[in-house]
């Protein structure tokens, strides 16, 4: 059955078909015709005889050649494009300008089956039920120039950095794109189906969580700051006595300077209090407590970490979804429920996306995905304490691990890989770490040495979710503030909620731009996310 629509999206891939016009079919020659066709003088005669009053037949009018376009269209919405035929004489610009990747078409048609034009652009067997549109009317034509640098076919996706704003052009971003799209409806699904709430956490926040993270400063003013290399020492901050009192200097004179020109009021409030922006676990803390208890959250938001643990200070900027329940402990309620999303999320994009976008990630990224779903979904994860890690790892005798283990010490990433992809080659997920390695308010097991936190490990993908029971216990919490050397001022509000009908709770944190880059395939957690967060080359490569 024939069906008009109207259809619009971007030139994939391009041909043409050039037509003759059709012969002209034989007519009745006349005997004066014929001798004149055999014998050119005797035409002159003819036409010397007639004189004037015989004038020259009007030659018919030739049939002008014609083009078939074969155009594949796509909108974005899947993976697979859609054949447009296109009559030359119907188009509202010239046959070059329709052709070029990137060109962008609105057309009005009919749907039907792939017609018997243009063999080579026919169906392949898979694809029985596979139609054309034949474009009747051109409504819009969106043209390229030659400068479009999307031209060129399977750019390779470090390259798209360089042009990010069009990365979302491209079949194999799109894909991502979807499955990235598929996994936040995912989240949604298994949480709202388990009685949890959706919540938006606070991005700018005063508390620092952790104790030894910088804070990014948020201020409308451009002011000199001064920072100098995290101290490897016993200097937490990472920053001398000598370039604070430097800081608080230029802070002082610039607020005396504001107060007498009275003309910006704004600036002078801001710099009076300025506030600052800290890292992830302040925004997962206050996510997890400012909720009534009794009631199960989830939130999900853009994060801003710097971490000091390792001795090169980077940026990183990623999703994380994080979760809070309520009475509920770690080994029995929060490692499960951790375990039980991820097998969810698995599932759902096998179910959901793996005739599409999922097939067509398989050949252009890595032809392994479905199968390590597919794993990952059946087969149960390796639960193992911290400290049967390090055991394990210290009988290694056929690698040298660049870090020394020991107790106490934080596992690399060469440890953590070495233990899910060669030891266990599945899922691991590491639990009762050292109370040194894990933020103050971790709930402080019986044997004063470990508490009670987990990750999950994942071959090839690293820690994906992390997770911990937190601190109920008023004492303990106010121990561990001051074991950390935290301003107490800061976490009051904290401490309120533990002095007034506290409860065992418990959460974790699920990194989702891994948990994309485990769905679609990549090795780069930067082509994960649509749109690059920053348009510097040097940054995005």
Not at 257 to 275: F, H, T, Y
Request: aromatic fraction near 8%.
């Amino acid at each position: 059955m024939l069906e008009k629509v109207v259809i619009g999206g971007w030139v994939r891939s391009s041909k043409v078909e050039k037509k003759e016009p059709a012969a002209a079919s034989p007519k009745d020659v006349s005997c004066a015709e014929s001798l004149q066709s055999r014998i050119p003088f005797f035409g002159t005669i003819i036409k010397f005889l007639a004189g004037s009053a015989s004038e020259p037949a009007v030659r018919e009018k030739l049939e002008q050649p014609y083009s078939i376009l074969f155009l594949q269209i796509n909108d974005g919405s899947c993976a697979t494009s859609l054949q447009v035929v296109v009559h030359s004489a119907i188009a509202r610009v010239s046959v070059s300008q329709l052709l070029p990747t990137g060109t962008c078409i609105l057309a009005e048609g009919v749907l039907q089956e792939f017609s018997a034009e243009g063999d080579q652009q026919k169906p392949s067997a898979k694809e029985k039920q596979a139609i054309e549109l034949t474009v009747e009317k051109i409504l819009h034509v969106g043209t390229v120039q030659n400068s479009y640098p999307l031209s060129e076919k399977r750019l390779p996706l470090d390259s798209l950095r360089d042009c990010s704003h069009f990365r979302p052009r491209t079949t194999t971003v799109a894909s991502i794109t979807r499955i990235r799209c598929a996994l936040t409806l995912a989240t949604h699904t298994f949480f709202q189906s388990h009685g949890f709430l959706h919540v938006e956490a606070p991005i700018i926040t005063i508390t620092d969580c952790e104790g030894f993270s910088n804070k990014f400063q948020v201020t409308t003013l451009f002011q000199r700051t001064i920072k100098e290399e995290p101290n490897a020492g016993n200097e937490t901050q990472g920053i001398s006595l000598e370039t604070v009192k430097v800081a608080i200097k230029e802070k002082t004179d610039l607020v005396e300077q504001l107060k007498r020109s009275e003309s910006n009021q704004e600036a002078l409030a801001i710099a009076v209090k300025d506030p600052r922006k800290t890292n992830e676990l302040a925004q997962q803390l206050e996510a997890r407590e400012k909720s009534k208890p009794g009631t199960a959250v989830k939130g999900y938001g853009v994060n801003f970490n710097e971490d000091l643990f390792s001795r090169q200070t980077y940026l990183t900027v990623s999703g994380h979804l994080h979760l809070e329940s309520y009475a509920c402990s770690l080994g029995h309620d929060a490692i499960r429920c951790a375990d039980d999303y991820f097998r969810f999320l698995c599932k759902w994009i096998l179910d959901k996306c793996s005739t599409t976008d999922v097939d067509f990630l398989t050949k252009r990224t890595n032809k392994t995905i479905i199968k390590r779903l597919q794993s990952h979904m059946e087969n149960s994860s390796e639960k193992i304490t911290y400290k049967e890690v390090v055991d394990r790892l210290r009988k290694v005798t056929d690698k040298e691990f660049e870090t020394e283990l020991q107790w106490g010490v934080a596992l690399t990433a060469e440890h953590l890989s070495y233990l899910a992809d060669v030891i266990y080659k599945k899922r691991v997920i590491i639990y009762n770490y050292p109370k040194e390695l894990k933020p103050f308010y971790v709930r402080l097991n019986d044997d004063r040495c470990t508490v009670a936190a987990f990750e999950m490990v994942l071959p090839e993908v690293g820690t994906l979710i992390t997770g911990s029971q937190n601190e109920e216990r008023v004492n303990m919490l106010n121990a561990r503030i001051k074991e950390f050397k935290l301003p107490r001022d800061q976490y009051e509000w904290y401490l309120d909620l533990r002095r007034h009908g506290t409860v065992k709770h418990s959460g974790f944190s699920l990194a989702f731009d891994l948990m994309v880059l485990l769905t679609t395939g990549l090795t780069d957690v930067k082509d994960t996310i649509p749109f690059l967060r920053s348009d510097s080359k040097k940054i995005n490569n």
